[in-house]
Protein backbone atom coordinates (compact mmCIF):
# COMPACT_ATOMS: atom_id res chain seq x y z
CA UNK A 1 0.00 0.00 0.00
CA UNK A 2 1.53 3.28 -1.05
CA UNK A 3 2.67 5.66 2.14
CA UNK A 4 1.41 8.97 1.74
CA UNK A 5 4.07 11.98 2.24
CA UNK A 6 3.28 15.46 3.60
CA UNK A 7 3.63 18.28 2.87
CA UNK A 8 3.22 17.92 -1.17
CA UNK A 9 5.27 20.69 -1.34
CA UNK A 10 6.96 23.24 0.57
CA UNK A 11 8.79 26.32 -0.19
CA UNK A 12 12.27 27.56 1.79
CA UNK A 13 14.18 30.31 1.99
CA UNK A 14 17.92 29.82 1.98
CA UNK A 15 19.12 28.43 5.81
CA UNK A 16 15.53 27.90 6.68
CA UNK A 17 14.20 24.33 7.90
CA UNK A 18 12.15 21.48 6.55
CA UNK A 19 10.54 18.30 8.25
CA UNK A 20 9.02 15.90 5.55
CA UNK A 21 6.22 12.89 6.50
CA UNK A 22 6.01 9.85 5.55
CA UNK A 23 3.48 7.29 6.91
CA UNK A 24 2.00 4.09 6.14
CA UNK A 25 -0.77 1.54 7.15
CA UNK A 26 1.23 -1.33 6.78
CA UNK A 27 3.58 -2.78 9.00
CA UNK A 28 7.51 -1.73 8.16
CA UNK A 29 10.51 -3.42 8.19
CA UNK A 30 12.56 -0.03 6.16
CA UNK A 31 12.05 3.52 4.97
CA UNK A 32 13.99 4.72 2.54
CA UNK A 33 14.20 8.46 1.73
CA UNK A 34 15.43 9.50 -2.15
CA UNK A 35 15.95 13.23 -3.88
CA UNK A 36 15.20 13.30 -7.31
CA UNK A 37 16.22 16.53 -9.52
CA UNK A 38 13.62 17.46 -12.65
CA UNK A 39 14.40 14.89 -15.58
CA UNK A 40 16.99 12.75 -13.37
CA UNK A 41 16.94 9.60 -11.48
CA UNK A 42 16.55 9.17 -7.64
CA UNK A 43 19.72 9.90 -5.24
CA UNK A 44 19.93 7.26 -2.06
CA UNK A 45 19.49 9.51 0.99
CA UNK A 46 19.03 6.91 3.59
CA UNK A 47 17.52 4.10 4.99
CA UNK A 48 15.87 3.48 8.27
CA UNK A 49 15.42 0.47 9.44
CA UNK A 50 13.17 -1.68 11.73
CA UNK A 51 14.72 -1.30 15.43
CA UNK A 52 17.64 0.86 14.29
CA UNK A 53 18.82 4.65 15.31
CA UNK A 54 18.24 7.33 13.99
CA UNK A 55 20.44 8.33 10.93
CA UNK A 56 21.69 11.44 9.18
CA UNK A 57 24.43 12.87 7.46
CA UNK A 58 25.84 16.81 7.09
CA UNK A 59 22.65 18.49 7.72
CA UNK A 60 19.91 15.74 6.87
CA UNK A 61 18.43 13.35 8.99
CA UNK A 62 15.85 11.18 9.48
CA UNK A 63 13.75 9.37 12.23
CA UNK A 64 11.29 6.49 12.40
CA UNK A 65 8.66 5.68 14.56
CA UNK A 66 7.75 1.86 14.22
CA UNK A 67 4.88 1.85 16.64
CA UNK A 68 3.21 4.65 14.24
CA UNK A 69 4.72 3.11 11.19
CA UNK A 70 5.84 6.72 10.37
CA UNK A 71 9.14 8.37 9.35
CA UNK A 72 9.91 11.84 9.09
CA UNK A 73 13.12 13.53 7.33
CA UNK A 74 14.67 17.14 8.51
CA UNK A 75 16.99 18.75 6.11
CA UNK A 76 18.22 22.04 8.61
CA UNK A 77 19.63 25.11 7.24
CA UNK A 78 18.73 24.80 3.61
CA UNK A 79 20.91 25.07 0.74
CA UNK A 80 20.01 25.39 -2.98
CA UNK A 81 20.94 22.46 -3.58
CA UNK A 82 18.39 20.67 -1.59
CA UNK A 83 15.95 21.49 -3.86
CA UNK A 84 14.22 18.64 -5.57
CA UNK A 85 11.31 16.06 -4.94
CA UNK A 86 11.98 13.73 -1.95
CA UNK A 87 10.62 10.43 -2.25
CA UNK A 88 9.67 7.95 0.68
CA UNK A 89 10.27 4.22 -0.19
CA UNK A 90 8.69 1.79 2.26
CA UNK A 91 9.42 -2.04 2.77
CA UNK A 92 6.93 -4.07 4.16
CA UNK A 93 7.17 -7.21 6.58
CA UNK A 94 6.16 -9.78 3.94
CA UNK A 95 7.16 -7.87 1.13
CA UNK A 96 11.15 -9.24 0.83
CA UNK A 97 13.06 -6.26 -1.12
CA UNK A 98 9.95 -4.46 -2.80
CA UNK A 99 9.91 -0.57 -2.13
CA UNK A 100 6.50 0.75 -2.64
CA UNK A 101 7.36 4.64 -3.14
CA UNK A 102 5.23 7.89 -2.08
CA UNK A 103 3.68 10.87 -4.28
CA UNK A 104 6.83 12.81 -3.40
CA UNK A 105 7.21 16.28 -1.63
CA UNK A 106 8.23 18.86 -4.06
CA UNK A 107 10.72 21.24 -1.64
CA UNK A 108 12.14 24.51 -3.19
CA UNK A 109 14.86 26.62 -1.73
CA UNK A 110 15.27 30.29 -2.66
CA UNK A 111 18.03 32.75 -2.39
CA UNK B 1 33.49 2.95 -12.59
CA UNK B 2 30.38 0.85 -11.73
CA UNK B 3 26.74 1.90 -11.85
CA UNK B 4 23.65 0.99 -13.80
CA UNK B 5 23.43 2.15 -17.22
CA UNK B 6 20.18 2.55 -19.56
CA UNK B 7 19.45 3.36 -23.03
CA UNK B 8 18.41 5.13 -24.87
CA UNK B 9 18.20 8.27 -22.57
CA UNK B 10 15.25 9.33 -25.17
CA UNK B 11 12.92 6.90 -26.80
CA UNK B 12 9.99 7.56 -29.89
CA UNK B 13 7.92 4.76 -30.67
CA UNK B 14 4.66 4.54 -32.83
CA UNK B 15 1.82 3.55 -31.31
CA UNK B 16 1.03 -0.19 -31.37
CA UNK B 17 4.71 -0.88 -31.64
CA UNK B 18 6.93 -3.36 -29.14
CA UNK B 19 9.87 -1.47 -27.76
CA UNK B 20 12.40 -2.73 -25.29
CA UNK B 21 14.32 -0.19 -23.07
CA UNK B 22 17.69 -1.54 -22.13
CA UNK B 23 19.19 -1.99 -18.52
CA UNK B 24 22.61 -3.19 -17.78
CA UNK B 25 24.27 -3.37 -14.13
CA UNK B 26 28.30 -3.86 -13.77
CA UNK B 27 27.84 -3.72 -9.61
CA UNK B 28 27.39 -7.28 -8.81
CA UNK B 29 23.94 -6.73 -7.55
CA UNK B 30 21.57 -9.81 -7.65
CA UNK B 31 18.29 -7.96 -7.44
CA UNK B 32 17.04 -5.70 -10.21
CA UNK B 33 14.20 -3.95 -10.56
CA UNK B 34 11.89 -1.80 -13.42
CA UNK B 35 9.80 1.58 -12.40
CA UNK B 36 7.70 3.69 -13.90
CA UNK B 37 7.37 7.11 -13.53
CA UNK B 38 4.31 9.69 -14.57
CA UNK B 39 4.64 13.66 -14.37
CA UNK B 40 4.25 14.60 -10.90
CA UNK B 41 3.88 11.32 -9.74
CA UNK B 42 6.03 8.81 -7.75
CA UNK B 43 7.63 5.59 -9.46
CA UNK B 44 5.37 2.28 -9.60
CA UNK B 45 7.09 -1.06 -9.75
CA UNK B 46 6.33 -2.86 -13.15
CA UNK B 47 8.67 -5.71 -12.59
CA UNK B 48 11.47 -7.16 -10.47
CA UNK B 49 14.26 -9.91 -10.39
CA UNK B 50 16.00 -11.28 -7.29
CA UNK B 51 17.87 -13.85 -8.83
CA UNK B 52 18.73 -14.65 -12.48
CA UNK B 53 16.37 -16.61 -14.56
CA UNK B 54 13.53 -15.53 -12.14
CA UNK B 55 11.51 -12.52 -12.15
CA UNK B 56 8.11 -11.16 -9.97
CA UNK B 57 5.23 -8.94 -11.27
CA UNK B 58 4.93 -5.75 -9.13
CA UNK B 59 1.91 -3.23 -9.29
CA UNK B 60 1.47 -2.56 -12.72
CA UNK B 61 2.84 -5.76 -14.67
CA UNK B 62 0.15 -5.63 -17.61
CA UNK B 63 1.23 -4.54 -20.93
CA UNK B 64 5.15 -5.27 -19.98
CA UNK B 65 7.42 -8.08 -20.34
CA UNK B 66 10.57 -8.40 -18.44
CA UNK B 67 13.62 -11.28 -19.14
CA UNK B 68 16.91 -12.07 -16.80
CA UNK B 69 18.75 -14.26 -18.75
CA UNK B 70 22.74 -12.31 -17.03
CA UNK B 71 23.14 -11.28 -13.65
CA UNK B 72 23.98 -8.38 -15.27
CA UNK B 73 21.04 -7.14 -17.59
CA UNK B 74 17.15 -6.69 -17.19
CA UNK B 75 15.55 -6.12 -20.09
CA UNK B 76 12.06 -4.76 -20.71
CA UNK B 77 9.58 -4.76 -23.06
CA UNK B 78 6.68 -2.38 -23.28
CA UNK B 79 4.15 -4.03 -25.38
CA UNK B 80 1.61 -2.85 -27.58
CA UNK B 81 -0.96 -4.02 -25.09
CA UNK B 82 -0.07 -1.48 -22.89
CA UNK B 83 -2.33 1.29 -23.19
CA UNK B 84 -0.55 4.27 -21.63
CA UNK B 85 2.85 4.07 -22.62
CA UNK B 86 4.49 7.60 -22.42
CA UNK B 87 6.29 7.83 -18.93
CA UNK B 88 9.84 7.96 -17.54
CA UNK B 89 11.11 4.37 -16.62
CA UNK B 90 13.80 3.45 -14.07
CA UNK B 91 15.89 0.51 -13.92
CA UNK B 92 17.55 0.11 -10.32
CA UNK B 93 19.17 -2.71 -8.63
CA UNK B 94 20.33 -3.88 -5.41
CA UNK B 95 22.92 -6.20 -3.65
CA UNK B 96 20.75 -8.77 -3.14
CA UNK B 97 16.93 -9.30 -2.54
CA UNK B 98 17.12 -9.34 1.47
CA UNK B 99 15.51 -6.83 3.56
CA UNK B 100 16.79 -3.68 3.86
CA UNK B 101 18.84 -3.14 1.46
CA UNK B 102 19.66 0.00 -0.49
CA UNK B 103 18.05 0.30 -4.23
CA UNK B 104 20.28 1.98 -6.72
CA UNK B 105 18.65 3.84 -9.78
CA UNK B 106 20.04 4.24 -13.39
CA UNK B 107 19.30 7.41 -15.33
CA UNK B 108 16.17 6.65 -16.45
CA UNK B 109 14.56 6.06 -19.99
CA UNK B 110 11.83 8.96 -21.27
CA UNK B 111 9.81 6.66 -23.79
CA UNK B 112 7.24 9.02 -25.82
CA UNK B 113 4.64 6.83 -27.88
CA UNK B 114 3.57 8.54 -30.92
Known amino acids: QQPVQSPQAVILREGEDAVINCSSS?????VHWYRQKHGEAPVFLMI?????EQKGHDKISASFNEKKQQSSLYLTASQLSYSGTYFC????????????FGEGTQLTVNP | DGGITQSPKYLFRKEGQNVTLSCEQN?????MYWYRQDPGQGLRLIYY???????QKGDIAEGYSVSREKKESFPLTVTSAQKNPTAFYLC?????????????FGPGTRLTVL
Open chain 2, 92 to 104: ASSMVAGEGDTQY
Open chain 1, 26 to 30: KALYS
Open chain 1, 48 to 52: LLKGG
Open chain 1, 89 to 100: GTEEETSGSRLT
Open chain 2, 27 to 31: LNHDA
Open chain 2, 49 to 55: SQIVNDF
